[in-house]
């Protein structure tokens, strides 16, 4: 499956889109039928405590994305991408 970088400026912000395949026509730009759009995945992501969300990247069944946690610190997250759910955080 091709990745997706997707920039998202802001917290509601317009998404950028950083690289995609040529040719994309879904709307979550490459991300598989049944999953929850950058919008959708920022909110839950900042519902469950995370600020300064960007760099998304859709990549077999999950978003990746860079954010700040909730104490303060720079972390990589992966998320479900049809359930919204925290799979994983790393420190960046």
Known sequence: MARIN???SGIAGAALVVAAPLGVANAQVGA???TLS???ITR???AAGYTNIHDLE???GRWELEA???AGVAVDVDV???SGTILNEERD
Request: negative net charge; charged residues 35%.
């Open 80 to 82: 479900d991408a049809a």
């Open 6 to 8: 997707i920039r998202w």
């Open 68 to 70: 700040t946690s909730s």
């Open 32 to 34: 598989a039928p049944g």
């Open 44 to 46: 839950k992501v900042e």
């Open 58 to 60: 859709y990549d077999d």
């Open 38 to 40: 950058p919008a959708e």
